[in-house]
T-cell receptor, first 113, second 112 residues
């Protein structure tokens, strides 16, 4: 079946530094990839998404590029803020973005002053 | 914005008891999902539904049943609650030909 791997469970950074959260996946089809963000005691919300190979997608200062050759969709930001502290989930679905959506285990990002 | 409402927001249940978690959406979405969140496991799919009166098993359906009596409502039922079902449960909806999940606020379930 499909799988999503997020290698970092916990990431702690100082405000202003860059961040990259890793996401790799396994699937037999050409997928839709997502990043969802969940702030403390809130519901997960979509951060960004993509199904286009080698095209950078950006939202709220975060960006990611889907690389089908390496099955990766890493999330990056050039300068993190205190408000970026949250749980980040990578997820994949079928090419149309519907049906069963598979999530990774999540990465908890903590930003220190 | 899309609205998904879960009830109750928190619940304490006894082992062996029956628990029903409810989800209501006003988005006119066809797809609805129940996820379970545990630390270190992310979000795992329990059951989902494409249409009223039909449900599908997700990745971890054992110990759970689901009911979709209408397009707007989707319930998760634990017939015999167990300690291992202590978790936070999220309901989500998704429109056909769309690909964004809209989550409810979650239900924190503690089974004692």
């Amino acid at each position: 079946g499909d799988s999503v791997t997020q290698t970092e469970g916990l990431v702690t950074l100082t405000k202003g530094l860059p961040v990259m959260l890793n996401c790799t996946y396994q699937t037999t089809y050409s997928p839709f990839l997502f990043w969802y963000v969940q702030h403390l005691n809130e519901a997960p919300k979509l951060l960004l998404k993509s199904s286009t190979d080698n095209k950078r997608t950006e939202h709220q200062g975060f960006y990611a590029t889907l690389h089908k050759s390496s099955s990766s969709f890493h999330l990056q930001k050039s300068s993190v803020q205190l408000s970026d502290s949250a749980l980040y989930f990578c997820a994949l679905s079928d090419p149309y973005g519907n049906e069963k959506i598979t999530f990774g285990a999540g990465t908890k990002l903590t930003i220190k002053p | 914005e899309a609205a998904v409402t879960q009830s109750p927001r928190s619940k304490v249940a006894v082992t062996g008891g029956k628990v029903t978690l409810s989800c209501h959406q006003t988005n006119n979405h066809d797809y609805m999902y129940w996820y379970r969140q545990d630390t270190g496991h992310g979000l795992r799919l329990i059951h989902y539904s494409y249409v009223a009166d039909s449900t599908e098993k997700g990745d971890i359906p054992d110990g759970y049943k689901a009911s979709r009596p209408s397009q707007e409502n989707f319930s998760l039922i634990l017939e015999l609650a167990s300690l291992s079902q202590t978790a936070v449960y999220f309901c989500a909806s998704q429109g056909q030909s769309q690909n964004t999940l809209y989550f409810g606020a979650g239900t924190r379930l503690s089974v004692l």
